[in-house]
């Protein structure tokens, strides 16, 4: 059974490219943009994996974060940020990231064979 996992960022480019890049990995990836997507994906819970940006208009990270737990208890999570350094935390990826290094991080978050 293939992975699910929900990418939230509200700029539609990096969106598309996570989306794009995850699928052709066989992962079942669900992109949203803001708070009315992500109540409409969580209707499809649970994923096994959150992908959020830091830094969104309308709504922290934590908010996303205790949303997404909410219906998916044992989600890992993965921040992204082309803002924030945080390279000492295994769960962050620094935008702009190239889309293998995207794969991998995703491909060991899940405990999966490179």
Same mark, same amino acid.
């Given at each position: %059974?293939? &992975?699910k996992?929900?990418?939230v960022?509200?700029e /539609?480019?990096i969106? *598309?490219?996570?989306?794009?890049a995850?699928?052709?990995?066989?992962y079942?990836?669900?992109?949203?943009? *803001?708070?009315?997507? /992500?109540?409409?994906?969580?209707?499809?819970? !649970?994923?096994?994996?959150?992908?959020?940006?830091?830094? %969104?208009?309308?709504?922290?990270?934590?908010?996303?974060i205790?949303?997404?737990?909410?219906?998916? !208890?044992?989600? &890992?999570?993965? /921040? %992204?940020?082309?803002?924030?350094s945080r390279?000492d935390?295994?769960?962050?990826i620094?935008? !702009?990231?190239?889309?293998?290094?995207l794969r991998?991080?995703v491909?060991?978050?899940?405990h999966? !064979?490179?």
């Open positions: %059974m293939s &992975r996992i929900l990418v960022d509200d /539609l480019l969106l *598309n490219a996570v989306e794009k995850l699928t052709k990995e066989g079942r990836v669900t992109g949203v943009q *803001n708070r009315q997507e /992500l109540e409409a994906a969580l209707q499809s819970a !649970p994923y096994d994996l959150l992908i959020t940006d830091l830094h %969104m208009e309308e709504a922290s990270a934590e908010d996303i205790s949303r997404v737990k909410q219906k998916s !208890p044992a989600i &890992r999570v993965l /921040l %992204m940020s082309g803002t924030a390279t935390t295994d769960n962050f620094e935008k !702009p990231f190239k889309l293998a290094e991998e991080k491909r060991a978050f899940l999966e !064979p490179s």
